[in-house]
Structures are given as structure tokens and as C-alpha cells.
């Protein structure tokens, strides 16, 4: 090892010694002439010896270079031509420039060079590969095979032009993709399903009727689910728990649970259409949270009145059907287990707050005095939250003032932030949904909160309420409130202006009863009657002045019309009560003959507000759904942040057509 290296030292240091010997060689030659000739003799032959060496050095250095170039080319040329993964090479403007033969073989050995590869392989953007210079797709779906693709731009330069193509590699993907979809389809759904009105059906049917529709049910359930290869159980006479795979989910969806139309369409002497409404849980971590989610989806979808099917996965709802009325429940034992419920939770609770929601209308402030009146005969602190008087409301604002008693009732959002605490009782009337309350903080403050609304549950909920009272089926809030009313006492004591003001909630959201109007309607408003509520005093709080009359004729008279039987309208920016005026314009609207559905536009503060009404065959509440709204069958609403209302327009007539197309 030491002689290499004192060898390979030598070597490198050549030209130093010939310099050396050199100078030893004249020295000499000073003293000895012969001697100097003959040392010179050596040092030419030493140098000539030595560029000879070098030359042949040089040379062999020079043919090894080039013999290993060559052998780098042949195996770069060799791995590319035999690599086990297809490639192809396309030049800039997408042109197939080369690919080996794996790249061939997906099309069959098709000659492709120079075509675009645009016509084989969709989804490549090739501008984002030139900008970013490597790029990557994944499942790419080719000839039924999926392959990620690894894109590397190389910068050629050839004298003095310049210019780019770009590899790119195939890896076949097609083995995880089955696998993936496998487990996917395979994947355990747990569903519930329930008669809606099983007692109301039976009741209405002769007893010797009563076996063939029951078991004319039973048959069309277990055949929906044997079509679609589910099991099923049956644990009480209205109830079933069914299991299945998420393919047949898809299946269900695609035919948007068509079990639901064919339930209402059994006829066995029943007066009453039978519906009924599926929870289906889905992609929980485990069984118990699948059950879980069925459950939570049944309780939305009864919320929502029954006659559809909720599918819940995690935080994502789907909601199909609820195209029909909500059936009135005939018993009234609900109501009156919630007023107890409602009562025990007052007397137990340090003071009450009341909150409805934002631009309060009648049945909201009417409900509202309801539960005050409640708190009030059990000499309970109360307060109900109002930040500003609207239109809808001003005539009975005008009443209460008039009161010295409800002098210190009404509160704003920070005085009532101030007055609640852990153990304040916050009663949410006329809306279920947090954003649309008139303080959404006070939810937060307490951890003893009651829903009672009318309207159908919708995606965002409070659902942290120790107490929920919610009735599709109802014609409004003041409806059970009321029935409430009856039973916390004995002996109700209500004051005058409290009963009208829940008569007058009741006139307006059942349009002075001609709509979402029961028996138990009738029975309410004959309560308040009865209490001293005066009808013509009760239409003084929602009569309109001479200007708000007349826009609402100018708006009724410009609507559009779309799809032959939906009136659309907007109203004047300089209107004086927008929302008021939007909402009555569209219950006018119904009153044409040939216009079933109707939506008034209206602009408040930059945001556009909608309101739906329907005579029935055209679910508003589905179609203001899709815009973030809510509400009923017949009565919805939406409000569109940021909005112009030519855009709002255009979102309503896209809802209007979705909503067509899924009941095609």
C-alpha cells in the first residue's frame, strides 16, 4: 500500500525531479565535461521516456472515458427500453414524441407517435407541468385501468435553439382502486325505519280491513328489502331496523328511497295515505356510532314531519322525499307531558330568558308572550329578548307599550347576555336553528335551554336542549304554546293582549286558517277565544297602512312568471317594510288562478331575502333548502349574504329546476 502510494507521488511529481536531475546535470558539468555529457544524454532520454508515458496514459484514460460513456448509454438505453413501468415522451405542445412498448400495450399496440396525447390520456395539464416542472395525477382512468402519473419537464439544448419535453411514468394503480371500491361498497349501513302514522291509519279503518293493510305493509317493506338485499327486523308493529352494504345505499339513493311513494300509494280502505320515515347512519368508526347515527337521522327526519328518508354521515345530511303534510297527531298527550316537563324546569331555574328569532313576526312575539305569561303565574323573573321593532310586529308593539306591565320584560342582547347564567332557563320559540336567533351567544351561557317550533328540523340545530318540542305538523308556534298553556294550570289566567297576540300568530301562519290548519288549530283559537282573546281587535294587529298595501299591489303586479305555474317577483329598493311586503306579496300571489308556487325577492342591508310560499304540489321548504333556508311545505324562506338580486334569481330558478328534476 505504501509502495502505491509513494509510486502514485512520484508519478504526479515527474516534471519536479526532471527539473532537479537537471540542475545536478549542469552543476556537474562544471567540474567533469564527459560526465555532464553523458548525464545530459540521460536526462533527454528520462524526458522523453516521460511524454511518452504520459501520452500513452492519456490516451488509455481517453479510451476508458469513452468505453464507459458507451456502457452508461447502452444501460440507461437498456433500463429505459426495459423498464417495467409504461412511458411515453411528449414534446410541448402534446405531440407523442416516443413510449416504449409497456406504454403500447395499453392500447393494443396501436401506433400513436406524433399524436396528441390529449386523445389517450384525459386530465393532464400539460401548461401546469411546464410552469411547475414536475407534476403528478392520480388515478388517472385509462382503457378501465387507473394509473398515477409522474410527470419531469428536461430542458433540451441544441446549438442555439432551446426547448422542452416531458416524461412521464405510469404506475398501474388498478389492483388498490378494486380493492379500495371493495371495501367501500361493502361497508356495513344500519337504517331505521318507522310508520309515521301507524295509530292515525287504524283508527280510520273498519276492524276487518285492519289485518290486510298491515300485512299489505309488512309485504311492501321486506320486498323493498329484499330487492335490495338488506336484512331486516321487525321489533314493534311501526318500527324496523334494516342492515345493509353502502353499494345497495347508492342504489337507494339513485332511486331516492322509492319505497316512500310506494307506501302512500297502499289503498285498503284506509282514509289516511300511510307514510313512513328511514334514518340511515353511515361511515361510523364503529356499529354502536352507525346505530347511532340512524337514530339521529330518524329523530331530523320526524322533526321534518315524517314521509322521507335522512341518511347521516358524520356531519353530512341528505334528505330525500318529505314531499307531503305533516300529519296532525290527534292525541294530545305530548303536549301535555311537555308543559309538565316545561313547568318543572321554570320552578327549578333562577330566571327564565325568552329568545325567537331575528325580525320577529307575530307568531313569533305571540308565542313568546305565551311562555312569558307561563313564567309569569309562576312568579318567575322573566325577560324576552328584542333588539328592534319590524313592521310585522308594530301594531302589537304598539299594545304592549301601552301595558306598564311589560315595561321592563323586553331586553337586548347585551342586557340579556348579562342576566343569564348557568342556571337561567333560555326557551327558544318559533326556530330550532342557532344562527337565526336573535342572540346566538346566550346558547353558550346556559346549559338549560328549550326548543319549541313548528318548523321542519333542518341540518343546523340546537342540539344541546335539555327540552325539545317540535311539531311539523302544527299550524304555528302559538299553536303549542297554547295547548301548553291549557295544561300548566288549572285555571288559565292570560291576560287579553297575550291571548290575541297567540291568535294573531295562529291567523298568520295558517293564512287566516286556509293553510297547515288541523283540528287541534280550530281547538287552540277556540281556547284563546274562550280567555278573551277578540277576533276583530286580533285583525287590528296585522292590518297594513295605505303604502304597504300599495307596494304590495305594485310587486304582485311586475311578477314574472316560470316554469307555467311559479310566479317570481322582487321589491322596490325604496319599499318601506321590504321583508313584511315580500312575505304578504307572495301569499297574494297564491290567490291567482294557475300559480302554485310563488317567491318574493327583497334586498335588507346588502343581503337578499326570499320568501316561498306554496299552495302544496311544490315543496318550498326542499327548494329554499338548497339556498341554506327553511321552513315548511308550504311557508320557507332563504337569505343570500352578498348577493344582487339578478343572482338570487338566477340560484332560485336552478333550485326550482333541481328540485323538478328530483321528482322526475
Known sequence: MKLAKLSGAFTKDTSLYLWIIAVFVVIISFFNYMLGLAGVLVLIYLVVHNMRTATR????????????????????????????????????????????????????????????????????????????????FKYVNIKDRYYDIYCNMINLKENSSESNVIIMYLVDKTDYINIRNSYNDDRPVIAALQLDNYDEVLKDVEDVAKPAIIAEVDRRINAWASLNNASIQKYSNSEYILHFTYKQLVE?????????????????????????????GVNGKSLVELQSFSHSAMDIALGRGGDQAVVKDNDKLSFYGGKTKAVEKRTRVK??????????????????????????????????????????????????????????????????????????????????????SRNTLLVIVDVHRPGFTECRQLLERTEKIVVIDHHRRGTEFIDNAVLTYIEPYASSTSELVT????????????????????????????????????????????????????????????????????????????????????????????????????????????NIKGINASFVLSEINGDIFISGRSLGDINVQVVLEKLGGGGHLTVAGAQLPGASIEEAIDKVKKAVDEYLREGE
Not at 255 to 272: P, T, V, W
Not at 489 to 507: P, T, Y
Open 483 to 590: 295547548e301548553m298553556l291549557q295544561y300548566m294550570f288549572e285555571k288559565s289566567r292570560i291576560k287579553q293582549i297575550e291571548a290575541e297576540a297567540l291568535l294573531a300568530g295562529i291567523f298568520i301562519d295558517t293564512k287566516n286558517f286556509s293553510f297547515q290548519t288541523g283540528v287541534r288549530t280550530f281547538e287552540a283559537a277556540s281556547f284563546l277565544r274562550k280567555v278573551g282573546a277578540d277576533t276583530t281587535l286580533t285583525r287590528q294587529l296585522f292590518q297594513d297602512d295605505m303604502e304597504t298595501f300599495l307596494t304590495r299591489a305594485d310587486v304582485v303586479k311586475k311578477a314574472s312568471m316560470f316554469r307555467n305555474n311559479i310566479a317570481i317577483s322582487t321589491i322596490p329598493h325604496s319599499a318601506k317594510y321590504p321583508a313584511l311586503v315580500a312575505a304578504q306579496a307572495a301569499d297574494e300571489l297564491l
Open 57 to 136: 496514459k492519456k490516451e488509455e484514460l481517453r479510451l476508458y472515458i469513452e468505453n464507459l460513456s458507451d456502457n452508461v448509454d447502452i444501460a440507461t438505453k437498456n433500463a429505459i427500453l426495459n423498464l417495467p413501468f409504461p412511458l411515453v415522451i411528449v414534446d410541448e405542445q402534446g405531440l407523442i414524441n416516443w413510449y416504449n412498448m409497456q406504454f403500447s400495450d395499453i392500447f393494443q399496440g396501436e401506433y400513436i407517435l406524433d399524436k396528441k396525447l390529449s386523445s389517450y390520456l384525459n386530465g393532464i395539464d400539460l401548461g401546469r407541468i411546464l410552469k411547475n416542472g414536475t407534476e403528478e
Open 252 to 280: 337507494m339513493e339513485e332511486k331516492r328511497f322509492d319505497i316512500l311513494d310506494s307506501m302512500r300509494e297502499i289503498n285498503s280502505g284506509n282514509r289516511i295515505p300511510i307514510t313512513i320515515s328511514i334514518g340511515v
Open 335 to 420: 303536549a301535555r307531558v311537555m308543559a309538565y316537563a316545561l313547568r318543572q324546569l321554570i320552578e327549578q331555574s333562577e330566571n327564565v330568558i325568552i329568545l325567537g328569532h331575528e325580525m320577529p313576526d307575530l307568531d313569533c312575539l305571540g308565542s313568546a308572550l305565551g311562555i312569558y305569561r307561563c313564567c309569569a303565574n309562576l312568579n318567575k323573573d322573566v325577560k324576552i329578548v328584542l333588539n328592534r321593532v319590524n313592521a310585522a310586529i308594530a301594531n302589537l308593539w304598539s299594545e304592549l307599550e301601552e301595558d306598564e306591565e311589560y315595561n321592563n320584560v323586553f331586553v337586548n342582547s347585551q342586557e340579556a347576555a348579562q342576566l343569564c
